[in-house]
């Protein structure tokens, strides 16, 4: 096997009652935004930020921030803003300040205004806006916004503020009145990026539905171009100085020229990888960030730059991890790259994996022969057996959609697919598939499926839950359960038989009869958003979120880790593996933190 070279830190701490050892592998290559600051490029990332000069020659970095930096912004005046983890960081005239009012705060993006504000988005605290040193905070409480998880800002030639919701669509703000898009499909659209034309058309890049224009009065969708985005990740969006549009992806790069569409990709160009993040154009030439490179393009070629770390982890955000029969942890990247533990460090398989295909959540899966199954969000399933990838889709099997967001094993063995048109069920030879028409589910975007032991099915779903059993289909939602919401992204059945769920406002817990759910009147999981959850051997609770780091709860008490009080690698907690020796693995956004109690 080929061996990353990784850096890790062990930090030992005492939280309250409980001693803990918590050990992180970092990812320092993923690109996180761009800025182009006259004859420099400031490029910043999980570790830090790096500067070259405009032909890619690393000039200095600064990497020993103890942050995480997500967004960068420069003012009229040259002032420089950071958006971190932890709140906003200042650069002006070679001096670093920070918004004291603004700590603690999670900034996930920056706009500029044209009237000498800045506006900040954050993940769960709304919108915040800075003028002459006064703040102002917008959020679901005294504005029309409809949650306070905000993926995108903009601020266009008009000064209209243009805010991106995550999974609930997308607001626009003239200083006075928020105004609702309509014409963005709220219940779904993902907002990642906004940009302004040279003819003021408005382009809005979305996480699974395409791209939308705003002109003269008239919207357009760009969701199957051919060859194109449809149902793919777009990640950034820029208009140079021809007014030609660049859209990053998770499947490559395309431009558009105002009447054709160009795609760049590993089979086509001299990029290394289809996952595109960032880009910034210089006035000559386009910067790309990869999400285990960057390239600067010139000359229809794309250059890789070499911009060593003090780090040289070399290894893309893994988003799903898992178990094989002998207890080993192997876990996927957003390429569909596998990795597996050897006990001391992370290595790639030694069989190249790469598929270089989008997988946002990856539901990740091993069979009892130590065959790999990896869901993809755009192309379907994947079977990795023997060193052969084998794809299933709606065009060569029976499988019910191709934007894939669970996976699980029957007692029989026969493969569960958890899709966002339903689930499907295969043997190895036959698919069964079910949706909301033909069976007791709430609705036909399903997230994951688990089993009791004795075969009784729960379906969790984005408008409820569905349970199957002796030929019975029974259905939950907040008409009839005592849950925080509808939407519903995991589930456990611990050793009581009591099931557990996990939603973007919290947690519940069923034990057959009655309801409990878990809100700021008795937990300190709030409304957080959870992302995923697991029970140790001691039967103790663990729930990740969204950027707000690690819940543990013992059936009475709850305790939350965050990067601020703890040496967990990032906020952002994809997934949390428990092992053999009851050690938690927690698979975060920029890396893999290993604890043990």
Same mark, same amino acid.
């Given at each position: 096997m080929k061996r990353i070279l990784l850096s890790c830190f062990l930090v030992i701490f005492a939280n309250l009652c409980m001693s803990q050892k918590m050990?992180? +592998? %970092?990812?320092?290559? %993923?690109? =996180?935004?761009? %800025?182009?600051?006259?004859?420099? #490029?400031?490029i910043c990332s999980t570790s830090g930020i790096k500067r070259t000069d405009l032909k890619g020659n690393l000039l200095n970095q600064f990497e020993d921030f103890n942050y995480q930096v997500n967004c960068l912004k420069k003012d009229k005046k040259g002032k420089i803003w950071i958006g971190t983890n932890d709140g906003v960081l200042t650069y002006f005239k070679g001096k670093w300040d920070n918004i004291k009012e603004l700590k603690g705060k999670f900034i996930s993006t920056i706009a500029i205004g044209n009237k000498g504000e800045v506006w900040f988005g954050t993940n769960s605290n709304g919108v915040f806006k800075s003028k002459r040193g006064e703040?102002?905070?917008? &959020?679901?409480?005294?504005?029309?916004?409809? =949650?306070?998880?905000?993926?995108?800002?903009?601020?266009?030639?008009?000064?209209?503020?243009?805010?991106?919701?995550m999974l609930v669509g997308l607001l626009t703000f003239d200083g006075k009145i928020w105004k609702e898009i309509e014409q963005i499909d709220k219940s779904s659209v993902w907002?990642?990026?906004? #940009?302004?034309?040279?003819?003021?058309?408005?382009?809005?890049?979305t996480l699974i539905n395409g791209i939308y224009q705003y002109k003269d009065d008239n919207w357009q969708n760009f969701s199957n171009i051919p060859d194109g985005f449809s149902a793919y990740m777009v990640s950034d969006i820029i208009v140079d100085s021809q007014n030609t549009t660049w859209v990053a992806t998770s499947?490559?790069?395309?431009?558009?020229?105002?009447?054709?569409?160009?795609?760049?990709?590993? =089979?086509?160009?001299?990029?290394?990888?289809?996952?595109?993040?960032?880009?910034? +154009?210089d006035g000559k030439n386009l910067w790309v960030g990869g999400?285990?490179?960057?390239?600067? +393009?010139?000359?229809?070629?794309?250059?890789?730059?070499?911009?060593?770390?003090? &780090?040289? #982890?070399?290894?893309? $955000?893994?988003?799903?991890?898992? +178990?094989?029969?002998a207890g080993n942890i192997w876990a996927v990247n957003q390429g569909m790259k596998l990795i597996q533990y050897n006990g001391n460090s992370f290595e790639y398989s030694a069989v190249d994996t790469t598929k270089e295909i989008e997988c946002v959540k990856c539901p990740f899966v091993i069979?009892?022969?130590? &065959?790999?199954?990896?869901? =993809?969000?755009?192309?379907?399933?994947y079977k990795f057996e023997n060193g052969i990838w084998k794809n299933y889709n709606t065009k060569n099997s029976g499988i019910i959609g191709d934007i894939i967001f669970g996976l699980d094993f029957d007692k029989s063995g026969?493969?569960? #697919?958890?899709?966002?048109?339903?689930?499907? $069920?295969?043997?190895? $030879?036959?698919?069964?598939?079910?949706t909301n028409t033909n069976s007791g589910l709430c609705t036909n975007f399903v997230n994951t499926v688990k089993f009791e032991e004795n075969g009784k099915q729960w379906f969790a779903t984005a408008k409820g839950i569905s349970s199957y059993f002796n030929n019975t289909w029974t259905k939950y939602d907040i008409s009839n359960a005592i849950i925080p919401d509808d939407s519903f992204r995991d589930m456990l059945i611990d050793r009581n038989g009591d099931k557990w769920f996990c939603s973007g406002k919290g947690v519940s817990k069923f034990d057959n009869v009655s309801w409990i759910k878990y809100d700021l009147t008795n937990s300190t999981i709030g409304k957080h958003e959870v992302t995923c959850m697991a029970i140790d051997k001691n039967g103790i609770k663990w729930f990740g979120t969204y950027n707000d780091g690690l819940f543990r709860f013992d059936g009475l008490e709850w305790k939350h880790f965050t990067t601020k009080d703890s040496r967990i690698a990032s906020d952002d907690i994809r997934k949390i593996l428990v092992d053999k020796n009851n050690v938690k693995w927690l698979f975060c956004g920029v890396g893999i933190t290993k604890l043990e109690e």
């Open positions: 050990t992180s +592998f %970092l990812n320092t290559q %993923l690109t =996180s935004d761009i %800025l182009i600051n006259q004859d420099e #490029v400031w703040i102002e905070n917008f &959020n679901t409480k005294n504005s029309k916004l409809k =949650s306070n998880s905000i993926s995108c800002l903009f601020m266009d030639s008009s000064n209209l503020l243009w805010c991106g919701q907002v990642t990026s906004i #940009v302004e034309g040279q003819n003021k058309e408005i382009w809005i890049g499947s490559g790069l395309f431009c558009f020229d105002g009447l054709n569409w160009k795609k760049y990709n590993t =089979s086509n160009s001299s990029l290394k990888t289809n996952h595109i993040k960032k880009l910034a +154009f999400a285990s490179g960057f390239y600067l +393009f010139e000359n229809n070629h794309f250059k890789l730059l070499n911009l060593p770390s003090k &780090n040289e #982890v070399n290894i893309s $955000r893994i988003v799903n991890a898992t +178990f094989d029969n069979d009892s022969l130590g &065959n790999k199954w990896i869901g =993809s969000q755009n192309t379907g399933l026969a493969l569960w #697919v958890s899709t966002g048109y339903g689930e499907s $069920r295969f043997d190895g $030879r036959n698919w069964i598939n079910y």
